[in-house]
């Protein structure tokens, strides 16, 4: 007993040591000072998107958002998507993280780089520790219901709820993307009147080998834009909510030429340089590689252009198409144009008509070549042809008229063809 107690008695003041250090130690650090990153001149995301670029940001400049999606999925790398009441932009991080979905932020713009790349407008060089500030987190924005058919380029960054769509039924049951290979797919969505968008996903997405459902319904994403096309990714898996009985495109009952026009006189004036030819009813489709029909510019005069010149794929096919144009109309319907060429390599524009074009599918129309008069080897660089009267009276119902442009960098056929001036009337 007498060396218990001594022992009690050795150990006592230890015990008083610890429950003194106990008494020193508590849960309420102080939080360190944010560094003083001055706020400067505010900009909305709309004033940034309207900006030149590109640009760097010299000066004390600030813009807030809401981040709508992450790099956490693995979906996207080194990027995030910020989000206001009426705009949006994507940020290219200089690395991965530190920024995620529901924070609320102020953006500090100096050093930073308003850029364009194929298409897609983004802020590059952030820096989450320099140029991120949070206000807070866990800020819930809800997505804008909208239909494929009114996606555009207005709409990029945008968070969106995509409605009555499914995927086509060519890709049901197939992976997102090749998670074995990491490599990247496109999946074409489509809703119930044939509109369609391609649904990209990175290999290294945590989704990417779960199945492409079969049914019809919602899904959630971010619109992006690669080279005229609309794209969307998706945040989280449990964000495709596709279980609904799917509907058959072709049996749309407004999918029946509404839009069909009775003449054309199209001088391109519309088209801004380097815009895809698309809108106002014409179409442009890559059949083969990305390359398609763009709008250039010289000396005032705006006309569409195809070249396979400096081309990232090894292949291009890519088509320009007319409104559908209802020839009923017509006693004796003809067609003209201007064309013209620049280092000619290779004989690879054509031009022709389907009676039985959908829309969409190139591949599956009957394209007729049209003994039309066309820019080739013997005529001068950028010296305009004109393609004479080429008589339609053959053809009835609802036609397309296309210009199809085939080359090859590796190959060497390179050579750019352009079109301009377009005329379809009633030549009685």
């Known amino acids: 007993m007498i060396k218990f107690i001594k022992r009690i008695l050795f150990l006592a003041p230890l015990f008083a040591g610890l429950i003194w250090m106990q008494g020193c130690i508590h849960d309420d650090f102080d939080e360190p000072e944010l560094a ?31 981040v709508t999606m992450d790099d956490k999925s693995g979906n996207i790398y080194r990027s995030a998507f910020v989000q206001d009441h009426e705009a949006a932009i994507n940020l290219r991080l200089q690395a991965p993280g530190g920024i995620y979905e529901g924070d609320s932020v102020r953006i500090y713009l100096k050093n930073t780089e308003l850029s364009t790349y194929q298409g897609m407008l983004q802020l590059d060089n952030v820096n989450v520790d320099q140029h991120i500030i949070k ?13 494929i058919g009114d996606i555009d380029g207005d709409m990029q960054a945008h968070l ?16 997102f993307a090749d998670e074995d290979e990491l490599q990247a797919l496109n999946r074409t969505l489509e809703d119930c009147h044939g509109n369609t968008i391609l649904v990209r996903t990175s290999g290294y997405a945590n989704f990417a080998s779960e199945p492409i459902p079969e049914g019809n319904g919602t899904l959630t994403g971010v619109i992006t834009e690669h080279r005229g096309e609309m794209q969307l990714f998706i945040r989280h898996f449990h964000e495709v909510n596709l279980d609904g009985e799917r509907c058959d495109p072709d049996d749309d009952p407004n999918d029946e030429d509404p839009d069909a026009v009775t ?16 809108g106002n009813g014409w179409k442009s489709i890559a059949e083969t590689g990305e390359r398609t029909w763009i709008c250039r510019t010289f000396d005032g005069d705006h006309f569409a252009q195809a070249t396979s010149f400096n081309a990232d794929d090894d292949y291009n096919i890519m088509w320009m198409i007319t409104p559908p144009v209802d020839l009923d109309a017509s006693t004796q319907p003809v067609l003209e144009f201007l064309s013209a060429q620049a280092h000619y390599s290779h004989d690879g524009f054509s031009v022709h008509i389907a009676t039985n074009f959908n829309g969409q599918d190139v591949q599956d ?3 007729e070549e049209l003994p039309a008069t066309l820019a080739g080897s013997g005529d001068g660089q950028y010296d305009w042809v004109d393609s004479g009267l080429i008589d339609l009276a053959g053809y009835s119902g609802v036609v397309h008229i296309a210009w199809r442009y085939e080359g090859s960098d590796p190959e060497g056929n390179t050579g750019t063809f352009r079109v301009n001036n377009v005329k379809l009337y009633d030549n009685e």
């Open 36 to 66: 003083d990153i001055p706020v400067g001149e505010v900009l909305t995301l709309s004033e940034l998107r309207a900006m030149d670029t590109p640009h760097t940001f010299e000066g004390d400049y600030s813009v807030y958002g809401t």
């Open 135 to 147: 206000k807070g987190t866990g800020v819930v924005l809800e997505p804008t219901p909208v239909s």
């Open 365 to 367: 129309a009957n394209w």
């Open 160 to 175: 969106v709820e995509l409605q009555d769509v499914q995927f086509e039924e060519d890709y049901v049951g197939l992976h």
């Open 263 to 278: 003449s054309i006189d199209e001088d391109f004036q519309s088209f801004e340089d380097y815009d895809v030819i698309e």
